[in-house]
């Protein structure tokens, strides 16, 4: 069974005692109607097209039907990655008030953001095995392109960690997102995902940027 969630344009959603950051970045009602979310976005999916064809550290591990970038797109120089840096540091201040409360800035006056970040472009039929991330607090994407996207397929599916809840029935189990340009979420990164499938005869691209980020605790920052 699956619960489908419909949230505002920024919200910390508290799942299982697990919270979920979501912001419609490029939605009507967000900041200046979402223009210049919708253009940093087309700026992005334009350089993640270019880079594609000669990354030679793009890979295919977790993914089917689809391809994963470099994990160094947030050094790139371009306005539009700085725009998506400060779109994950807003993220991870989001969910580290929501887990700490009063105590959240002593963490962030102390440490810096760091993260990491890569492209993933599924194509027909594209698809991501259940997984979770390491070396990091907290991970999410950000949709670029959202082709072939439907209430039942190319969904962002976040599990319930909590196996026991789940062997008594007292959970649906899985909450699942349905993507659309500029929707950011982010979680911890331990929690289990994956990436529903497309209908193999649709052949709408979809592309998202995925990350991990961390507190350093020796300098550096996203």
């Given at each position: 069974?699956?619960?489908?969630?419909t949230?505002?344009?920024?919200?910390?959603?508290?799942?299982?005692?697990?919270?979920?950051?979501?912001?419609?970045?490029?939605d009507?009602?967000?900041?200046?109607?979402g223009?210049?979310?919708?253009?940093?976005?087309?700026?992005?999916r334009?350089?993640?097209?270019?880079?594609?064809?000669?990354?030679?550290?793009?890979?295919?591990?977790?993914?089917?039907g689809?391809?994963?970038?470099?994990?160094?797109?947030?050094?790139?120089?371009?306005?539009?990655?700085?725009?998506?840096?400060?779109?994950?540091?807003?993220?991870?201040?989001?969910?580290?008030?929501?887990?700490?409360?009063?105590?959240?800035?002593?963490?962030?006056?102390?440490?810096?953001?760091?993260?990491?970040?890569?492209?993933?472009?599924y194509?027909?039929?594209?698809?991501?095995?259940?997984?979770?991330?390491?070396?990091?607090?907290?991970?999410g994407?950000?949709?670029?392109?959202?082709?072939?996207?439907?209430a039942t397929?190319?969904?962002l599916?976040?599990?319930?960690?909590?196996?026991?809840?789940?062997?008594?029935?007292?959970?649906?189990?899985?909450?699942?997102?349905?993507?659309?340009?500029?929707?950011?979420?982010?979680?911890?990164?331990?929690?289990?995902?994956?990436?529903?499938?497309?209908?193999h005869?649709?052949?709408?691209?979809?592309?998202?940027?995925?990350?991990?980020?961390s507190?350093?605790?020796?300098?550096?920052?996203?």
């Open positions: 069974m699956t619960q489908t969630a949230r505002p344009p920024t919200v910390v959603l508290t799942t299982w005692e697990t919270p979920i950051y979501q912001a419609g970045l490029a009507p009602d967000a900041a200046d109607g223009v210049l979310a919708r253009e940093m976005i087309g700026t992005l334009d350089l993640i097209l270019e880079a594609e064809g000669h990354d030679s550290g793009a890979h295919t591990f977790g993914v089917i689809a391809q994963k970038s470099s994990m160094d797109i947030l050094k790139w120089s371009h306005p539009a990655v700085a725009w998506l840096r400060s779109q994950i540091r807003d993220a991870v201040s989001a969910m580290t008030h929501d887990v700490l409360a009063e105590r959240a800035p002593e963490v962030e006056n102390k440490y810096p953001v760091i993260a990491e970040a890569w492209a993933v472009v194509r027909s039929g594209g698809s991501h095995r259940l997984h979770t991330h390491h070396d990091s607090i907290y991970s994407t950000i949709y670029i392109e959202c082709g072939g996207v439907s397929s190319g969904n599916q976040l599990f319930d960690p909590r196996p026991a809840a789940i062997a008594r029935g007292v959970t649906p189990g899985v909450l699942s997102l349905q993507p659309r340009p500029g929707l950011l979420v982010a979680f911890p990164s331990w929690l289990p995902h994956s990436v529903q499938a497309t209908q005869t649709d052949s709408g691209l979809r592309i998202c940027i995925a990350f991990n980020a507190y350093s605790q020796t300098g550096g920052q996203a």
